[in-house]
Every structure is written in structure tokens, then in C-alpha cells.
């Protein structure tokens, strides 16, 4: 599979492993490395390496000879007397590698331990778009209740306007009335809005591992302006930079190591076995006699129902199905990248056109308001223009959300993996 020879767009600020810190909000970086340290899934996920290369470590063990001390005693009942007989030695057994079995097996799960790890940075990257996706949701909703609560005292004192003008008979009640439902509609935006914002903190909370208990401390997070667009630079150096990738990569060597332990286990095998031994019928001569033998064994497979031709089948396949996944795996973060470009694009020029949807509706509701409270307008015209631009700006707040999103899934696709703060205390 060749990779395209570039990206459809790209910036010239450089993309760094830790791309959160680039939005330059001190409370979201620390809110992202405590969900370093205290996230419960990302713990899981390291625990899984630690097992992973323990397994890398007990196959590896097996090229080495395993020695066994042997301590026996013997009571053997005679008349008149009963003789004691004491056995001390050593037992030295080692399988002899001649096709690269025992080597394959233990390539095939170092290179698993590898995959392991790559996953856990795939986890810490995914972990830290999370929090910062939730960090901004916080943000604009917190931004939409300072927007409500500007409307609805703006739509207060329309109404007392227009009830002044209904008392003196000026306008018509059933204007008054239809404010009225204007402002209970802007109160109940108000309400989804700060239940928006209380249950973003609760996942805030949880993705940091912590309890998600009652109002908690809110996270004072604000929308920003975007930094320059990244240099998304070369498909090829993305597929080196990715963790999920490198991830992707080391099951294919892995399971190209299992296909050749799998081939050779269907030669024969060599054991050697050595014994160093000495006996006696009293503790204190029990080391003046040694007794050393050495044996070696070949076992050649002769019938097994088919079962080594049908584990070299399945291992064949499996390679050729990490090799299509790969594949795909490559495709899809070449995706990704286009995507998240794409979307940016998209929100971007929305967001323009918001602003002057915005700029326009404001310029028609001043006018309307001028002539409809100088008997000149009907209100319904006020009411649909008030209503319009109040919602033109509630949705200019979630579009510039929706655009430090589409820049957080750029970075999330640009990213390499980055080392922890669990790696660098293990190591």
C-alpha cells in the first residue's frame, strides 16, 4: 500500500506530543495530567503491559536451563534395626532450541509487550482528547449561561417596556403575553444549559478518577481563540509517529514469530537432562560420594490427528489477518487526518457566516424595536427577528466549540505517543 504523498492542507506550527498545551490554559493542563495519574481505565491498560511482559519474560526464561535442588529421605523398617538413607542433589534439564521454537515463542510475545505498550500511549492520547473535549464543553456552557442570563434580563425589560405600554393602552395585551413566552423560553435554554454544564463536570471528575459527587468546584473554563493551524506534514511520518500504528505493526511481527514457533514445532526436539546426586545412610558422609549422569532425548512427532499442520494454518491466517488490519489501521488514520482538516475547514467558514448572521440580525432587531414602539410595526415581526438573533447567538457559542473540537481531533490524529509519568517512575 503506498501512502499519499501529502495532506490536503497543511499549517506551519510544529505539532508536539503534549498538543493540549498549545490551547495555553493552565487549568486544563493540570486537569489533563491529573487524568494522567488518576484515570482508572488508563491504570487498567498499563496493568495489562505489566502482564504482557511478564509473559515476554517467562517465555524468554525457557532458553535458559532450569536447575532443581533434590532433597530426599528414606526410612527403610528391618528388623531389629530401621536404616535411614538421605539424597542431596542437583537436577539440570535444557531443551536445545535447534529450529528457533522456544526463540520464535519468545519474540512473539516481546514483540506483543511492544503492542502492549503502544496501546497504553494510544490510551493516554485518546484519555487526554477526552478531557480536553470536555474541558471546552464545560466551557461553552458555561459561556451559554452568561449569554441566557444577558437575554433574559434584556428580554425583562421588553417586557416591562411593552406592560407599560399595554397599561397606558398604547399596545395590545397579547404582545405582553407573547414576551412572556419568549422569556420562559430563554429561561428554560437556561436551565438544559446549567444541567449541561453540572453533568460535563461529572464526567470532568470521573475521567480524573475522582467521585462525581454533588456541585463540586466548577472548572472555570473558557472558550479560546485557535493557534495557528499545525503542520500536518508527511502520510509517511504519521505512520511512524502513531502509537495505534506502531501498535498495529508490532502484532504483525508477533504473529509472524508465532507462525514460525508453530513450523517448528513440528521437528524434533532435543532435551538434555543432568544429575548430580549423592546418597548415604548418615548425614555425616553424605557429601563425600558424588554420582553424575547425563542423558539426552529426541522426541520426533509421529501422529497428532493433524493438530501442528492445523496450528501452522491458523497462524499463517492469523498473520495475514494483522497484515489487512494494519492496512486498514494506516487507511483510517490517513482519514482521520483529512477529516479533522476537512471539519476545521467547514466550522471555520460557518463561524464567519454566523458573525454576519449575527451582525445582521442585530442591525434588524434594532430597527424593528425602534418602529414597532413607535406604532409603526407589528410585533410578531419583533418577536420572530428577537428570537432569531438571540438563537444566531447561542449558536455562534456551540459553532466556536465545535471548531476547538475539530482542532482537537486534528492534533488527536497528528499526535505521537508520549511517555508517562508511570514510565518514567518504572524504568
Known amino acids: ?88 542433589g542437583l537436577v539440570a534439564s535444557y531443551e536445545v532450541d535447534l529450529w528457533g521454537r522456544i526463540g520464535a515463542t519468545a519474540d512473539a510475545e516481546r514483540f506483543r509487550a511492544e503492542a502492549q505498550l503502544a496501546d497504553y500511549r494510544a490510551a493516554a492520547l485518546t484519555l ?24 433574559i434580563r434584556a428580554n425583562e425589560q421588553i417586557r416591562e417596556l411593552i406592560e407599560a405600554r399595554v397599561a397606558s393602552g398604547q399596545l395590545r395585551s397579547v404582545d405582553l403575553l407573547r414576551q412572556e413566552e419568549l422569556l420562559e423560553a430563554t429561561r428554560e435554554g437556561r436551565i438544559i444549559a446549567d444541567a449541561t454544564r453540572r453533568i460535563l463536570a461529572h464526567r470532568l471528575a470521573v475521567l480524573l478518577g475522582r467521585p462525581p459527587v454533588g456541585e463540586g468546584a466548577m472548572p472555570e473554563a473558557r472558550l479560546v481563540t485557535l493557534p495557528p493551524l499545525p503542520e500536518t506534514g ?25 507462525l514460525a514457533a508453530a513450523m517448528s514445532d513440528r521437528y524434533p526436539r532435543l532435551d538434555l537432562t543432568a544429575v548430580l546426586r549423592t546418597t548415604e545412610d548418615a548425614s555425616s558422609s553424605l557429601f563425600k560420594d558424588w554420582l553424575a549422569s547425563f542423558a539426552a532425548g529426541l522426541i520426533q512427532p509421529i501422529f497428532d490427528g493433524g493438530r501442528r499442520v492445523a496450528e501452522v494454518d491458523r497462524t499463517r491466517a492469523l498473520r495475514e489477518r494483522r497484515l489487512a488490519e494494519y492496512g486498514q489501521t494506516v487507511l483510517e488514520s490517513f482519514r482521520e487526518v483529512e477529516d479533522a482538516l476537512v471539519r476545521e475547514d467547514e466550522q471555520r467558514r460557518r463561524l464567519e457566516s454566523l458573525d454576519r448572521q449575527v451582525r445582521l440580525a442585530s442591525e434588524t432587531i434594532d430597527r424593528l424595536r425602534t418602529d414597532y414602539l413607535n406604532g409603526l410595526g407589528n410585533y410578531l415581526d419583533v418577536l420572530a427577528a428577537l428570537t432569531l438573533e438571540q438563537r444566531l447567538r447561542r449558536d455562534q457559542l456551540s459553532a466556536r466549540r465545535l471548531l476547538i473540537e475539530s482542532r482537537i481531533a486534528l492534533y488527536r490524529a497528528l499526535a505521537g505517543g508520549f511517555e508517562t509519568s508511570r514510565e518514567a517512575e518504572n524504568e
Open 128 to 151: 487526554t482528547a477526552e478531557v480536553t473535549r470536555t474541558w471546552f464543553g464545560i466551557a461553552e456552557a458555561t459561556a451559554q449561561l452568561e449569554l441566557l442570563d444577558e437575554q
Open 234 to 258: 508527511l502520510p509517511a511520518d504519521l505512520v511512524r509517529r502513531r502509537p495505534d500504528l506502531e501498535r498495529a505493526r508490532q502484532l504483525v511481527l508477533a504473529a509472524d514469530r508465532d
Open 1 to 88: 500500500m503506498d501512502a499519499p504523498e501529502a495532506f490536503s492542507l497543511s499549517g506551519t506550527a510544529a505539532v508536539s506530543d503534549r498538543w493540549w498545551e498549545v490551547f495555553e490554559t493552565p487549568g486544563l493542563t493540570d486537569r489533563v495530567e491529573q487524568a494522567l495519574e488518576g484515570n482508572f481505565s488508563l491504570e487498567a491498560t498499563w496493568r495489562r503491559l505489566q502482564e504482557a511482559r511478564a509473559i515476554a519474560r517467562r517465555e524468554s526464561a525457557d532458553l535458559l536451563p532450569t536447575v532443581d535442588g533434590l532433597v530426599e529421605g528414606e526410612v527403610v523398617r528391618s528388623t531389629p534395626l530401621d536404616d535411614e538413607i538421605l539424597s542431596l
